[in-house]
């Protein structure tokens, strides 16, 4: 059974940083293409960040140079660190894992940005 399991989201105020990460079981980690997404109330959910097999990361221009995606293939984890918050980051934050066009999620995990 494949669980992705996300963890660390929070209140925090602007400016702050938050490190989320994403458990996986249940699938051969180091395969697969790694992703995290965000959902705003009232929004679509967007893609943000990637990383693929061989560990190449990819960014909205919203999180460029702010945040950065990580993965551990020995402890089948992957990871978020998210500085300079802004109000705007407010939203629901997925992981997800691609092998063969079928997607995996997680079960999300709230991130607050307020003064």
């Known amino acids: 059974q494949v669980q992705l399991v996300e963890s660390g989201g929070g209140l925090l105020q602007p400016g702050g940083s938050l490190r989320p990460s994403c458990s996986a079981s249940?699938?051969?980690?180091?395969?697969?293409?790694l992703s995290w997404y965000r959902q705003a109330p009232g929004k679509q959910r967007e893609l943000f960040a990637s990383i693929g097999s061989n560990g190449n990361a990819r960014y909205a221009d919203s999180v460029k140079g702010r945040f950065t995606i990580t993965r551990d293939n020995d402890k089948n984890t992957l990871s978020l660190q998210m500085n300079d918050l802004k109000s705007e980051d407010t939203a629901v934050y997925y992981c997800?894992?691609?092998?063969?066009?079928?997607?995996?999620w997680g079960q999300g995990t709230q991130v607050t940005v307020s003064s």
């Open positions: 249940g699938i051969t980690f180091r395969f697969y293409f």
């Open positions: 997800n894992a691609r092998y063969a066009a079928v997607d995996h």
